[in-house]
């Protein structure tokens, strides 16, 4: 039998060639009290896969997020990354433990995650913001995070604006100083909470296009919640559905958008979308 530790236990009766899991929920609950929030989840995401998760508000999906970046823990199941247990590991019998903050560290170096509210240091600037992590956590000098730094500003469109403070620039643009702060960590995941909700709706496709760039020229694994949901179908290659705390289905983007099964999703979408928009392409 397998441990969970052991890679081959990630992907039951995986074949050579066949997708490799980086994300992997087993059987997770997650329970504020006595609510409960998740439970008994199961779903992986494969490696380069992007897949965005919807569903009505309450359904669990930043705290799906939250528990693969470690800012909650799983109160039942494991987590895996790459066939490693994020926060707890089984233990023969089925009993659960919990790792040590040093191995949940280093698996968390390898994931990044964006904000719907930026999360900047407002009294740091851009340049200090985006290399505190490279510089600090993955022990780079501050010359090379710098460059790096540099680099990423120029991508996201910001390369005059590394010496500002968070406060002197708009909303859509400390959203990308925030991305660029994700990426300067070089992450194999990206988590993307539902990052343009906070801003005024004519920036919402400055920061869309940077995001459908990441998704174009990387393979980074990401794993989205969104309200856009035009946003969902272009960069996904899964969409799932969420009600309640569980999975409700799971399809490509133009069978979940044009011709969704479940009733719960066509009401969801109806109400999102709009009467008539399903099946629309
Ligand atoms: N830190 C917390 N303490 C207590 N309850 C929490 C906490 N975080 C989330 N919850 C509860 O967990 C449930 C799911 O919340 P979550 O934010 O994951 O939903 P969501 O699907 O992302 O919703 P939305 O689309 O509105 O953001 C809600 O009932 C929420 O009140």
């Known amino acids: ?30 329970r504020f009290g006595d609510n409960v929030v998740l439970k008994d989840l199961n779903f992986h995401v494969n490696k380069g896969e992007r897949v965005t998760l919807i569903g009505p508000s309450g359904s669990g999906k930043t705290t799906i997020l939250r528990l693969v970046m470690t800012l909650e823990e799983a109160t039942g199941g494991i987590i895996l990354i790459d066939g490693q247990p994020l926060t707890h590991r089984l233990e023969e019998g089925g009993k659960r433990v919990r790792l040590s903050n040093r ?17 900047l240091f407002p009294n740091m600037t ?44 708009s909303g859509g643009q400390q959203q990308r100083v925030a991305i660029a702060r994700a990426l300067a960590m070089d992450p194999e995941i990206l988590l993307l909470d539902e990052v343009t909700s906070a801003l005024d709706p004519e920036i919402v496709d400055e920061v869309l296009g940077i995001l459908r760039n990441i998704a174009e020229t990387t393979d980074i694994t990401m794993l989205i919640v969104t309200h856009e949901m035009q946003f969902a179908r272009d960069v996904s290659d ?44």
Do not use: W
């Open 126 to 169: 851009v340049i200090e913001n985006i290399i505190e992590s490279p510089v600090h956590v993955l022990g780079q000098s501050k010359t090379e995070a710098r460059s790096k730094a540099q680099d990423l500003l120029g991508k996201v469109g910001l390369a005059d604006k590394a010496d500002a403070h968070p406060s002197s620039l």
């Open 103 to 119: 191995e949940i560290k280093r698996t968390r170096t390898r994931i990044g995650m964006v904000f719907q509210q930026f999360n």
């Open 1 to 30: 039998m397998p441990t969970p530790t052991d890679p081959a236990a990630t992907a039951p009766g995986a074949r050579a060639g066949a997708p490799a899991p980086i994300i992997e929920f087993r059987d997770v609950e997650k």
């Open 238 to 281: 899964r969409v799932l559905m969420f009600d309640g705390g569980s999975i409700v289905e799971d399809s490509d983007p133009h069978t979940m958008f044009t011709a969704p099964t479940h009733d719960r999703t066509k009401k969801f979408l109806r109400a999102v979308l709009g009467e008539g928009q399903i099946g629309t392409r």
